[in-house]
């Protein structure tokens, strides 16, 4: 009987969630949603003295943001201490684990020793047969077999065999009584029913332990995938020198979840030629078949690209809404602000198509959602000049003169200027564009005011001539 598929992501919370880890993550969400299995969140804080709370909170942030919804959990080791407790007495009641009563100088001497006589710096199993228990402080070891090989099948690379001479009685319950990582995932992955373990191929070297582990516990095997790792441009493994690794430092540069989530689906899995999928598809497509076992290369252009082809994509309410968490967080604009989702969501037609992210967005609207705009310092000494004055005075009588204020009529008052003046359009257009973005770049001059409305333009053009004045 084929019992329902239930995979585990389960993150150490020593740091934040490194987006190779989201990988992970939603490589297991795929497979469960596209077999109509389980998906478990489990964080891994055996690692005490690195595990912080902060770091929890985070992950959970991280795959709340992505739409990575977990069906139980999350769950915490820590708070599982007895079933570990009862696992260690059983191992150690049925002769598949010992207590070990060497110091910890005693261990680094003979690792010295080892070495020095170029062997392996394995632990020599000194309290392997020992009789009898003591009080004195001790870890608990596991008894490996020392002959042999054991052989582990893994969906994307075949059987892979390790000899059992390469392995050595490795500690499963530290002194302070805390069991460690090897230990507590096949105690965990067995406890909580996981059929399949997909993860990064850093972890398959673990494996061999944790399978000879499952067979002295009387547990079946999961099926393991150990997926590529991910690359930085360079052939080395992904790191902050190639850029941001934190996921949520992806939410914060104006990234959408879904962008994200279908850049790392196609990191190592692939379906056809297709680059973009909508999530059903993913969940419909996914399948091992079609997972590669090479290395993936993360490409931050690639990304970038994808990324605006979602934003052309995306509604007008979806982008108005990380617009304004985007705005808040750059203290554009305050948490507690009045506007509506209709007044945040204004500029958004003129500026999506020539923003690659939301962060992008927010910076080129920035000139819309402040009161007071700052004039970059280089571009008001170059354009906000005192022979400038007149142009933009003539542009202020004109504009108090339109009652009605469209392209047409800004192009026919823009025009009559320039004319008069006998210059062309860029010598008016661009100072104007300074005084009511402060900066050289924008939309349409024409958009721009359009924005803005007739109030707030008469009002940057009359500051903009102050402006000069004062530094002339």
Not at 212 to 238: E, V
Request: charged share 25%; aromatic share 8%; hydrophobic share 35%.
């Amino acid at each position: 009987m084929t019992l329902p598929v239930k995979v585990r992501f389960a993150p150490s919370p020593t740091g934040y969630l490194h987006i190779g880890g989201v990988r992970t993550a939603l490589f297991n969400w795929l497979f469960a949603r596209n077999m109509g299995g389980t998906f478990v969140l489990r964080i891994e804080d055996t690692d005490v003295s690195r595990s912080t709370e902060e770091s929890i909170q985070e992950i959970i942030s991280a795959m709340k943001w992505l739409g990575l919804d977990w069906d139980e959990g999350p769950y915490r080791q820590m708070e599982r201490r007895e079933v570990y407790d009862r696992a260690v007495e059983k191992l150690i009641k049925e002769g598949n684990a010992y207590r070990c009563y060497c110091s910890a100088e005693t261990l680094d001497a003979k690792r010295k020793e080892a070495l020095e006589r170029k062997g392996k710096p394995k632990y020599d199993g000194t309290c392997r047969n020992l009789t009898g228990t003591s009080d004195a402080p001790h870890v608990v070891r596991f008894k490996a077999p020392a002959e042999g090989t054991v052989t582990v099948k893994d969906l994307l690379r075949g059987n892979v065999t390790f000899d059992n001479e390469e392995l050595d009685d490795f500690i499963i319950q530290r002194t302070d009584g805390t069991p460690t990582y090897n230990f507590v995932v096949v105690v965990d992955d067995a406890d909580m029913g996981i059929t399949h373990v997909i993860r990064g191929d850093d972890h398959l070297s673990n494996t061999p332990r944790q399978a000879l582990m499952y067979d002295a516990l009387g547990y079946p095997r999961p099926q393991f995938a150990h997926i590529s790792m991910i690359l930085g441009s360079d052939k080395t493994r992904l790191s902050k020198r190639h850029g941001a690794t934190s996921t949520l430092a992806y939410r914060d540069m104006g990234y959408l979840p879904d962008a994200l989530i279908n850049y790392l689906a196609r990191l190592g899995w692939s379906h056809g030629d297709q680059e973009i999928f909508t999530r059903e598809e993913m969940i419909r497509f996914f399948n091992f078949d079609s997972v590669s076992v090479s290395a993936a290369v993360f490409n931050p252009e690639k990304l970038l690209w994808l990324n605006h082809q979602y934003i052309q994509a995306a509604s007008l309410e979806t982008l108005a809404s990380l617009l304004e968490n985007l705005l808040i967080h750059e203290k554009i604009l305050p948490e507690n602000h009045e506007m509506t989702p209709e007044e945040i969501a204004r500029p958004i037609p003129i500026l999506k198509e020539r923003s690659q992210t939301i962060k992008e967005m927010a910076d080129k609207a920035e000139f819309y959602f402040r009161e007071n705009i700052t004039i970059d310092e280089t571009a008001g000494k170059k354009f906000l000049t005192q022979s400038a004055n007149p142009l933009l005075e003539e542009l202020v009588n004109g504009l108090r003169d339109l009652s009605d204020i469209t392209e047409e009529t800004l192009e026919k008052l823009f025009k009559e200027i320039v004319e008069k003046a006998d210059i062309k359009l860029g010598k008016l257009a661009q100072p104007v564009r300074v005084a009511l973005t402060g900066q050289t770049a924008s939309p349409g001059i024409y958009d721009v005011i359009l924005l803005l409305g007739k109030e707030r333009t008469l009002k940057r053009l009359s500051d903009a001539i102050s402006y000069s004045t004062i530094n002339p």
